[in-house]
Nanobody, 128 residues
Protein backbone atom coordinates (compact mmCIF):
# COMPACT_ATOMS: atom_id res chain seq x y z
CA UNK A 1 0.00 0.00 0.00
CA UNK A 2 1.48 3.30 -1.10
CA UNK A 3 1.10 6.11 1.43
CA UNK A 4 1.42 9.77 0.62
CA UNK A 5 1.92 12.61 3.07
CA UNK A 6 1.59 16.32 2.35
CA UNK A 7 3.36 19.10 4.18
CA UNK A 8 4.07 22.80 3.86
CA UNK A 9 0.64 24.31 4.30
CA UNK A 10 0.00 27.35 6.42
CA UNK A 11 -1.00 31.00 6.34
CA UNK A 12 0.15 33.32 3.58
CA UNK A 13 -0.83 36.79 2.47
CA UNK A 14 -2.35 37.42 -0.92
CA UNK A 15 0.36 37.85 -3.51
CA UNK A 16 2.78 35.70 -1.59
CA UNK A 17 4.20 32.26 -2.28
CA UNK A 18 4.02 28.87 -0.66
CA UNK A 19 5.57 25.51 -1.49
CA UNK A 20 3.83 22.26 -0.67
CA UNK A 21 5.57 18.91 -0.56
CA UNK A 22 4.30 15.40 -0.99
CA UNK A 23 6.25 12.34 0.02
CA UNK A 24 5.30 8.87 -1.15
CA UNK A 25 6.33 5.88 0.91
CA UNK A 26 7.75 2.76 -0.67
CA UNK A 27 6.81 0.75 -2.55
CA UNK A 28 6.33 3.25 -5.35
CA UNK A 29 7.25 1.04 -8.25
CA UNK A 30 4.31 1.07 -10.57
CA UNK A 31 3.17 4.54 -9.58
CA UNK A 32 2.49 6.19 -12.90
CA UNK A 33 1.47 9.68 -11.86
CA UNK A 34 0.99 11.99 -8.92
CA UNK A 35 -1.38 14.90 -8.71
CA UNK A 36 -2.51 17.82 -6.59
CA UNK A 37 -6.15 18.49 -5.78
CA UNK A 38 -7.74 20.97 -3.40
CA UNK A 39 -11.05 21.28 -1.63
CA UNK A 40 -12.51 24.49 -0.25
CA UNK A 41 -15.29 24.45 2.35
CA UNK A 42 -18.61 23.57 0.80
CA UNK A 43 -17.08 22.79 -2.59
CA UNK A 44 -16.15 19.65 -4.47
CA UNK A 45 -12.58 18.44 -4.70
CA UNK A 46 -10.88 20.30 -7.53
CA UNK A 47 -8.09 19.04 -9.76
CA UNK A 48 -5.05 21.32 -10.02
CA UNK A 49 -2.34 19.45 -11.90
CA UNK A 50 -0.75 16.07 -12.48
CA UNK A 51 2.68 14.84 -13.46
CA UNK A 52 3.69 11.42 -14.74
CA UNK A 53 6.71 9.62 -13.41
CA UNK A 54 8.68 8.71 -16.51
CA UNK A 55 7.42 10.40 -19.65
CA UNK A 56 6.96 13.70 -17.88
CA UNK A 57 3.50 14.51 -19.10
CA UNK A 58 1.77 17.29 -17.20
CA UNK A 59 -1.80 18.50 -17.02
CA UNK A 60 -2.84 21.82 -15.49
CA UNK A 61 -6.19 23.26 -14.55
CA UNK A 62 -6.48 26.59 -16.34
CA UNK A 63 -7.37 28.50 -13.17
CA UNK A 64 -3.89 27.94 -11.72
CA UNK A 65 -1.78 27.76 -14.87
CA UNK A 66 0.96 30.36 -14.74
CA UNK A 67 0.72 30.74 -10.94
CA UNK A 68 1.21 27.16 -9.74
CA UNK A 69 3.96 24.79 -10.83
CA UNK A 70 4.35 21.08 -10.22
CA UNK A 71 7.67 19.28 -10.02
CA UNK A 72 8.85 15.87 -8.99
CA UNK A 73 11.92 14.24 -7.46
CA UNK A 74 11.67 10.59 -8.46
CA UNK A 75 14.86 9.67 -6.61
CA UNK A 76 13.21 10.67 -3.34
CA UNK A 77 9.63 9.77 -4.28
CA UNK A 78 8.59 13.34 -3.72
CA UNK A 79 6.47 15.90 -5.50
CA UNK A 80 6.13 19.63 -5.00
CA UNK A 81 3.58 22.34 -5.64
CA UNK A 82 4.99 25.84 -5.97
CA UNK A 83 2.24 28.38 -5.44
CA UNK A 84 2.98 31.96 -6.49
CA UNK A 85 0.86 35.09 -6.41
CA UNK A 86 -1.69 33.33 -4.23
CA UNK A 87 -5.21 34.69 -3.89
CA UNK A 88 -7.80 34.40 -1.11
CA UNK A 89 -9.77 32.01 -3.32
CA UNK A 90 -6.82 29.61 -3.17
CA UNK A 91 -7.74 28.93 0.47
CA UNK A 92 -8.45 25.21 0.72
CA UNK A 93 -7.18 21.87 1.93
CA UNK A 94 -4.61 20.66 -0.58
CA UNK A 95 -4.31 16.96 -1.28
CA UNK A 96 -1.62 14.88 -2.92
CA UNK A 97 -2.71 11.76 -4.81
CA UNK A 98 -1.00 8.92 -6.65
CA UNK A 99 -2.07 6.32 -9.16
CA UNK A 100 -0.70 3.37 -11.10
CA UNK A 101 -3.24 3.96 -13.84
CA UNK A 102 -1.93 5.24 -17.14
CA UNK A 103 -3.36 8.70 -17.68
CA UNK A 104 -3.84 9.48 -21.35
CA UNK A 105 -6.03 12.57 -21.34
CA UNK A 106 -6.75 15.62 -19.22
CA UNK A 107 -10.20 14.31 -18.33
CA UNK A 108 -8.72 11.07 -17.02
CA UNK A 109 -5.98 12.88 -15.10
CA UNK A 110 -8.45 15.29 -13.52
CA UNK A 111 -10.84 12.64 -12.22
CA UNK A 112 -10.16 11.99 -8.51
CA UNK A 113 -11.65 8.50 -8.89
CA UNK A 114 -8.56 7.46 -10.86
CA UNK A 115 -6.31 7.98 -7.83
CA UNK A 116 -6.44 5.24 -5.20
CA UNK A 117 -3.77 6.74 -2.94
CA UNK A 118 -4.41 9.98 -1.06
CA UNK A 119 -2.71 12.01 1.62
CA UNK A 120 -4.51 13.47 4.61
CA UNK A 121 -4.38 17.00 3.21
CA UNK A 122 -2.68 20.19 4.29
CA UNK A 123 -4.51 23.46 4.96
CA UNK A 124 -3.58 26.58 3.00
CA UNK A 125 -5.12 29.86 4.11
CA UNK A 126 -4.61 33.03 2.09
CA UNK A 127 -5.43 36.32 3.77
CA UNK A 128 -6.41 39.40 1.81
Amino acid sequence: QVQVVESGGGFVQAGGSLRLSCAASRPTLGIYAMAWFRQAPGKEREFLMALTRNDKKTWYEDSVRGRFTISRDNANNSMFLQMNNVKPEDTAVYYCAATAEILRTFMVAANPRNYPYWGQGTQVTVSS
